[in-house]
């Protein structure tokens, strides 16, 4: 059938219909925002629709997660006050909350009691295995499949990514890159921030790359190492690590303490510096402090473990005291401190305490939540009959903060008191 | 055996070989009874070696040296034995007969932990005037005939370990310090100190092994010849590992292997309490026992691996004595005036062997040379995984302060007390009062 022969008044018009929509398009080519308003709205994907979207300030209250680490036992802390390791704890700030004293990491095949694992378990709410994602032996660079607290936070309230800190030592670089999972609705979108002096090093680094006068050779040989360093996130390279706010806070760093790294304090008492200096500058909502240092006990001198303990008490009571200092955080933060794992209790080592092999001991810790003055229990509260578990940490901390936490395993600690 | 018997060979430098006895029987008195009572002896000897191992707290430690002192009398036995057994007189003498002719101090196959050994001798042998001994002399004798044998082990052991660890104490002095001090700095992250507890540890460790390349032989030397001077004979102890290189190695080979079970069963008796709910459930004082019966088994395996050790270790010595002999190494005058005499009532000095042509003699040198060397290097490696790995990965585990590194129990003093200080004093502690 042959087409019928095409109208000239027909084919004019429809000329110029094509040729206007022509040069519409051509038009709006050279002008990508314009292009942009004009362009019909794409269909999102149904698992990414909460991806977007405003969400609403964050008014609640600031929380400090202690992580009271390096694996330590009840017997040395909270089980016998009048021997207590450590009397700030004890004493002080458990007289404005709930000290939970049978707090259990559960004996199930597969959960490990070190201090990656028992993280994670904090972070997450969940037990769950971890393995080096390369399956190297003895290396711990885990990731975890479900949402950390600061994911659901970040999630649920627009919260800058500076305000939502890890603070960690220098022994323990994997845990630099615990600040988001691989979960495929939270991740890298909601991620932390980790103040150490890794990331001080990386900044120094960025900044020697980026402004130092080298020669070729002595340039390459800093980029390189500066992309090992930043390489060390296996997943992704963080570029997000730099933001203006760190930038200044780690230049405020530098200014004070300068670059040898001699200067600064040491051990676990840099990271009580970092939680300070960032109350004061960055005004977190909620911080981590992955103290460690009782873990040297592990290479037998039994004084690494006591002495770490009053190390963390001392930096607990100095953060305490920068609360009370502070406006706007005395009235409105809360203290969770809860232990990584616990320690053994082997009666026929020579000293008992020193490893964390899971045993019964090593699964024993303790867990306390603390208010702010007078918004607490009407006095100090002591929870030793029921059994919790140190996932729970993570539904408190979401309840206090009032956001969901969909993949916690374990209730609210708050609902026992 | 006799500490202050000094043997004067001036007057008889080159003594002419002793006329052989008449034939006599080589049969061994009471020869059925001896195997019957063998395993009573033997058992009996190595429960009382085992106990003195681990004999309770602290206590371990001082009968321990008594253990050393007896296995260098045992080691000496079997040295002479050894030489005995190629000695052209063996057939016109028997072992026993031979022993009576050395006199009360001669070497004995089977020491005694307590008792006087060659008692008729001991009680008859002359006063220093070279008289029969007087009654009051032999009463006094008697009187120490129920420990004459302890204190001799006892004197033995506490000269033997003085010199091991004259020797080897520096090296394991040095490592716990690299240890103790390495630790804390790192924990109060003393940067700028940070190189001192490894170089220590390094230093320790080499200092170490360069004294076990000697003390094994030295060991030897000393427990044959009765005489604490001989540990320090350098020349002579020296040229003995090097003509029997290979089998000191493999000596050093067989003592690094049996420590590994050791540092094992050491190691397992902090962890147990960790795991076995017997042991996690027992009270302080059950617990004490418990620890203390694993120990003993301990002690059993550390006491008869010391038996191997020191039988493989004396055979070499016995041969690398004779060897270095007829090579030429070492010459009659070069030899303990104790082993000359034995040697020569043997007649066990073997003649020198001639002098190879020119051409073998280098091109043996050169052989010589380049296996030496590889066997040092092999030797090195292997108390290096003694103490560098055994130890050190032992002591992370389950941590001893102090005795970690300053005591190897195959090589040191010979006890595996450990039991933790803390335990004893919980489980020894007297119960509190009932108030009704």
């Given amino acids: ?102 707090v259990e990491i559960a004996n199930k095949p ?126 992704t390279v963080d570029h997000t690590v730099q933001s203006p706010e760190l930038d200044r806070f780690w230049e405020g760093w530098k200014q004070y303490y300068g670059t040898t790294g001699l200067v600064n304090p040491r051990g676990d008492r840099v990271l009580t510096a970092l939680a300070l200096r960032a109350i004061k500058e960055l005004q977190p909502r909620l911080m981590m402090v992955n103290y460690q240092d009782a873990d040297y006990v592990h290479w037998g001198n039994p004084h690494f473990y006591t002495r770490a303990l009053a190390i963390m008490d001392d930096g607990i009571r100095q953060i305490y005291d920068a609360v009370q200092a502070s406006e706007s955080y005395r009235n409105n933060t809360v203290f969770v401190v809860v232990p990584d794992c616990g320690r053994d209790d082997n009666r026929t080592m020579s000293v008992p305490f020193q490893h964390h092999f899971n045993t019964k001991s090593a699964h024993e810790i303790f867990a306390l939540i603390a208010w702010p003055r007078g918004q607490g229990p009407a006095k100090k509260t002591v929870v030793n009959r029921s059994l919790q578990q140190q996932i729970s940490v993570t539904r408190t901390v979401g309840e206090i903060m009032n956001f969901a936490t969909p993949h916690a395993a374990a209730d609210s600690l708050l609902k026992v008191v | 055996m006799s500490m202050t018997q000094e043997l004067d060979p001036l007057h008889d430098e080159h003594p002419a070989p002793p006329e052989p006895p008449e034939p006599r029987s080589t049969k061994r008195r009471w020869p059925v009874l001896g195997i019957l009572l063998w395993p009573f002896r ?70 005694r932990w307590f008792v006087m050994s060659h008692v008729r001798e001991k009680l008859n042998h002359p006063g220093p005037d070279g008289q029969k001994p007087s009654r009051l002399r032999r009463a006094a004798r008697i009187l120490t005939i129920p420990f004459h044998s302890a204190w001799c082990n006892l004197t033995l052991g506490v ?36 190189a001192i507890g490894p170089l220590t540890g390094l230093t320790g460790i080499a200092l170490f092994i360069a004294a076990m390349f000697y003390v094994p032989m030295a060991q030897m030397h000393m427990a044959v010849t009765g005489d604490y001077r001989a540990f320090f004979h350098v020349r002579f102890v020296w040229t003995l590992v090097q003509s029997r290189i290979t089998p000191y190695v493999g000596l050093a080979a067989v003592i690094v292997f ?46 008869v691996s010391l038996l191997i050790i020191y039988a493989l270790a004396a055979r070499i010595y016995q041969s690398a004595v004779l060897k270095a002999l007829r090579r030429g190494w ?35 040198w050169s052989a010589r040379w380049n296996y030496r060397r590889v066997m040092y290097a092999l030797l090195a490696v292997l108390w290096f995984g003694m103490v560098g790995a055994q130890v050190y990965v032992g002591e992370f585990l389950n941590y001893h302060p102090a005795i970690g590194f300053l005591n190897h129990p195959l090589v040191q003093i010979p006890s595996v007390d450990y039991i933790p200080a803390h335990l004893h004093e919980s489980a020894t502690r007297p119960a509190p009062a009932d108030p009704h």
């Fill in chain 1, 1 to 102: 059938m042959s087409t019928p022969p095409l109208d000239r008044r027909r084919f004019l018009t429809r000329s110029a219909a094509g040729l206007g929509a022509l040069s519409t398009v051509l038009a709006t080519g050279c002008d990508p925002q314009q292009q942009a308003a004009k362009e019909p709205v794409q269909a999102i994907p149904a698992e990414d629709v909460d991806l977007v979207g405003p969400r609403p300030p964050y008014k609640g209250p600031n929380v400090v997660l202690i992580r009271f680490g390096g694996g330590v036992r009840r017997r040395e802390t909270v089980a016998f006050p009048d021997q207590t390791w450590c009397p700030f704890v004890v004493h002080e700030l458990a007289q404005q909350g709930v000290l939970f004293t049978n």
């Fill in chain 1, 110 to 235: 597969g959960v490990s009691t070190s201090h990656g694992q028992g993280t994670l378990f904090i972070l997450t709410g969940q037990y769950a295995h971890y393995e080096d994602f390369e399956k190297r032996p003895l290396a711990e660079r885990f990731v975890s499949p479900i949402p950390t607290i600061f994911e659901y936070l970040r999630r649920t309230y627009d919260i800058p990514e500076y305000q939502t800190l890890i603070v960690n030592g220098e022994d323990r670089v994997n845990e630099d890159f615990y600040t988001f999972s691989n979960h495929h609705q939270y991740g890298i979108h909601y991620k932390s921030t980790v103040l150490s002096l890794y990331r001080f090093k990386t900044y120094l680094l960025r900044e020697e790359v980026k402004h130092g006068n080298f020669s070729e050779p002595v340039r390459a040989q800093k980029e390189k190492q500066l992309r090992e360093m930043e390489a060390k996130d296996y997943r």
């Fill in chain 2, 42 to 111: 033997w058992g009996w000897r190595i429960l009382v070696g085992t106990t003195f191992c681990f004999s309770g707290y602290i206590l371990s430690y001082f009968t321990a040296i008594m253990v050393v002192g007896w296995l260098y009398r045992w080691a000496q036995g079997r040295v002479v034995h050894g030489w005995w057994k190629q000695s052209p007189l063996r057939p016109h003498q028997s072992w026993e007969d031979f022993l009576d002719s050395l006199g009360p101090d001669a070497p004995v196959s089977r020491p």
């Fill in chain 2, 159 to 194: 000269q033997g370990l003085l010199c091991v660890f004259l020797l080897t104490g520096w090296g394991c002095a040095l490592m716990t310090f690299s240890w103790e001090f390495g630790w804390l700095n790192s924990f109060n992250k003393g940067y700028e100190q940070a």
């Fill in chain 2, 258 to 303: 049996l420590a590994l079970p050791l540092q094992g069963l050491k190691t397992w008796a902090g962890l147990r309490s960790g795991y076995d709910q017997t042991w996690m459930d027992a009270s302080d004082a059950e617990l004490l026992q418990l620890l203390s019966n694993f120990l003993r088994g301990v002690a059993l395996y550390l006491f």
């Fill in chain 2, 330 to 364: 070492l010459h009659r005058e070069d030899l303990h005036p104790r082993l000359r005499v034995w040697l020569e009532k043997l007649a066990c000095v073997p003649e020198r062997q001639p002098d190879p042509h020119d051409l073998v003699k280098v091109v043996r």
